[in-house]
């Protein structure tokens, strides 16, 4: 099979001939340390170790200037148009068409980033004082909280239509963090009232363009009471990384929800820190388990950071190549 048949596969809870060899690739900072410690220095992480990389189609939905709080989307008339610009040739990367055609010829899987950011990115938040704004905003002017998220879901279907339209991706990713471990920072009253019509219209359109796989991301938290608004309105997959909360942990939403919706992570790359008996633990605790309900994408639930020694990165590897060996994932 192909990565990208492999990877359909087992996320569509098809007969896939073995797991996907899949992980997000250290930073720079942690490959350095690794370097010091026996890696390779004229090799990548995904050639040692032939990992299935992901590549992204290179849409930017997020405002402008990219990854930089925008506060002034709730105060200024003319932010908008500023900050969300369709025709910005940065928001695309260049002949991504070309690229694409050849990824997929080459049977690589590819993605499109969906979201921009969540809901607060959309309403500027960037630090403390635009989150303060953000929430009194939400409660004390309800109808210009609406306008921004209409006119900011319109720029997101305006730009995914235009990339979907020349090129087919494998999985989308709408990635949402909004939450503390004690839960979301918003009422899931007012996450149905002002994210949720947005979801279900990119949500809508990702079907209309034959994406099938709609995973949900977002970092730590706990956002199990918003997981049925999103998961009715499409999402069939979840990626959480760092699980802090215990009703986040990947067994206890299989539990809950099934093989219906596929998993992708799960792993404690914390473990990796910890020597050889953790790392064991996390992985055998972990993933047959996932395995054998189907529709799991076994990886680390971070990227590896500076603190994770490279043997012990080798030795999980190691871990889940046996697995490979032993394990076929099951059709549900």
Known sequence: MTEKERFLATLGGGEADRIPVFDL??????????????FPRETSVAEYFRLETHESVG?????????KGAADLLESPDAFSKRYDPDDPDRYARNFEVRCDRLNREGRVVYVDASGGGLLQM???????????????????PALVESLMERTTDFHCLCLDRVLSKVTVDYASLYEPIASNAGPLISPEMF???????????????????????????????????????LDAGINGLWISNIMSARMEYLTLRQEYGSDVALVGGIDCTALSRGEDAVRRAVEDTV?????????????????????PFPMYRFYRELLADLREDTRPARS
Do not use: K
């Open 288 to 308: 047959p388990p996932l395995l054998a309900g189907g529709r799991y994408l076994p990886c680390l639930d971070d990227r590896p950071r500076d603190n994770t």
């Open 123 to 141: 309403l500027g938040v960037g630090d403390w004082d635009s989150l303060v704004a953000a929430c009194d905003a939400m409660v004390n002017r």
């Open 192 to 230: 149905d009232r002002y994210a949720m019509p947005g979801y279900r219209r990119v949500l809508d359109l990702l079907d209309r363009h034959g994406v099938e796989q709609r995973i949900f991301c977002t970092t730590g938290g706990d956002l199990s009471s918003l997981l049925p608004s999103l």
């Open 25 to 38: 690739e250290p930073a720079d900072s942690t490959l350095e340390i690794w370097r010091d410690q026996g």
């Open 59 to 67: 849409l930017v939905l997020r405002s402008a200037p990219f990854y």
